[in-house]
């Protein structure tokens, strides 16, 4: 076997099947798998693909943010930590230090 023979049998599996229009008028059964090919091979969408709009709220903050490889999640991310825990503080610790200093026992 030479070369040529070698690439032929190698590349076959992902070379579509020839259809001939002949072949196809044969049978019945063939037609109706030709008329189902074509059929699929028309349901493909052509051209570039659309990128779809995000609609909720996630999806607008990680187009906004992540898909733009800005660093302001980072920021946002410690942003939202220190306001919970200054509202875990107040409410366990601090309500009950402005409380005494309003009543002036401190």
Do not use: W
Not at 21 to 35: L, P
Not at 44 to 59: E, F, N
Not at 95 to 103: A, D, I, V
Request: charged content about 20%.
């Amino acid at each position: 076997m030479n070369l040529t023979q070698i690439r032929r049998f190698s590349t076959k599996s992902l070379i579509p099947p020839a259809l001939s229009v002949k072949q196809a008028g044969t049978s019945a059964v063939q037609g109706a798998r030709f008329a189902k090919l074509v059929d699929f091979y028309q349901k493909i969408p052509k051209g570039p693909r659309v990128d779809p709009v995000p609609t909720s709220l996630a999806g607008k903050y990680k187009a906004k943010y992540f898909e733009t490889g800005s660093p302001a999640p980072i920021l946002h991310v410690i942003l939202a930590l220190g306001l919970m825990g200054y509202t875990i503080d107040y409410n366990l610790h601090l309500s009950e230090y402005f409380h005494r200093r309003k009543e002036g026992s401190l």
